[in-house]
């Protein structure tokens, strides 16, 4: 029974190899096998690589399904239609468009499974890879909100500058009249005269100014701090909302380009792996030598077309054959007087009617 479905999955007429010895049946049954596992396997590859891009079991495992039909009958057809020849280059020539085509059967199918084996490596390539990302859309975001938070900035150093500037200048005066004060400076006498008065007065008047900037000033600071805090937030948010972008760079495409990142000779030797058992079926059939099958194969072949060359020829005769009769039969009939009177008589008639049908008509005009 299971003989019989690999002998149905290589492709080969069963009806022939019926007739063949065990031996035979074992080598189509060994090369459907082939055909059959290379198709499981696509099934696999398939439905891995569908689960990366859909996420979903169910759409995963129903396309990959459907591929591994699709893979199983390209397969199959591929060789069901290489005969033996009697020359192996006429075969190979025969058999290189199913190589190529064989071959990139393979690169489709090993890829798949490649990043499933290779999915730990994967992942910490994409980890560093959205690590970089993140920082780089930090930088990026940053530049949309850093000179505006930075000009506020500075306008808040202007701000407190100015409060600084003001109380030295205060701080100035009151070492001033206190010096007039105790004679140290001014007019070096003691006590508190009309100088002293005077420039107690200048003190105290921008005394009250310094006071009147710092309050307006720190409304101001408080104001621009507030418009900073607004930035910093809208900032953070715009981080916190890109996120699950980078988060999710994971896709296939992604994968695949991250498995290019890892040395290639592991995935060299994969795809030899999956080459061999895609091509091993053709070349089996290459390098093995002509069989009682493919002997009765070309038998049944060449009676087909011994029979349709033959049928072919029958029908050129006898459509030959009977354009002679017709030429002969004809031209005997065109020497009878019968028919010559008898056409004569009809041609007559036909022309009188005409001359008839020409009278009523110009006959009604009138």
């Not at 075969?91 to 468009?97: C, I």
């Not at 560093?128 to 940053?142: G, P, R, S, V, W």
């Not at 008065?197 to 600071?221: M, P, V, Y």
């Not at 002679?324 to 008589?345: G, H, P, S, T």
Request: hydrophobic share 45%.
């Amino acid at each position: 029974m299971l003989q019989r479905f690999f002998i149905f999955c290589s492709g080969a007429d069963t009806a022939i190899l019926e007739d063949c010895s065990p031996g035979e049946r074992t080598k189509y049954a060994g090369i459907g096998a082939t055909v059959f596992f290379t198709a499981v396997m696509a099934t696999i590859a398939s439905a891995y690589a569908l689960y990366t891009v859909f996420d979903n079991y169910i759409t995963a495992i129903f396309f990959g399904f459907i591929w591994g039909l699709l893979i199983f009958n390209l397969d199959r057809f591929i060789v069901s239609t290489i005969k033996k020849r009697d020359h192996f280059f006429d075969e190979f020539l025969q058999a290189t468009p199913r190589i190529a085509l064989a071959i990139i059967i393979a690169i489709v199918i090993a890829k798949p499974l490649e990043l499933k084996i290779f999915e730990k490596e994967i992942n910490q390539v994409l980890l560093e890879e959205k690590n970089e990302m993140t920082l780089a859309n930090k930088e990026q975001l940053a530049l949309q909100f850093t000179p505006t938070i930075d000009a506020l900035n500075s306008e808040i150093e202007t701000l407190k500058k100015e409060v600084v500037d003001k109380e030295a200048e205060v701080n100035a005066y009151y070492e001033t009249y206190i010096a007039e004060a105790e004679g140290r400076k001014g007019t070096e006498l003691i006590g508190k005269g009309p100088v002293y008065k005077e420039k107690r007065e200048k003190h105290d008047t921008e005394l009250a100014a310094l006071q009147e900037l710092r309050a307006n000033n720190n409304e101001k600071i408080a104001a621009t701090e507030a418009q900073i805090a607004t930035l910093s937030s809208e900032y953070q948010t715009k981080v916190v909302n890109t996120q699950p972008v980078i988060d999710g760079f994971d896709g296939l495409m992604a994968r695949v380009n991250a498995l290019d990142q890892l040395p290639w000779l592991p995935s060299l030797f994969i795809f030899l792996l999956f080459l061999a058992i895609e091509t091993a079926p053709i070349f089996a059939k290459l390098i093995s030598p002509k069989g009682a099958y493919d002997l009765k194969l070309e038998e049944q072949e060449s009676a087909l077309k011994s029979w349709v060359t033959q049928q072919k020829g029958q029908r050129e005769i006898l459509v030959t054959t009977d354009r002679d009769v017709n030429n002969r039969v004809y031209a005997d009939i065109a020497e009878e007087q019968e028919l010559y009177d008898y056409k004569r008589k009809k041609a007559r008639e036909l022309l009188q009617m005409q001359a008839d049908a020409f009278y009523k008509k110009q006959k009604s005009v009138l």
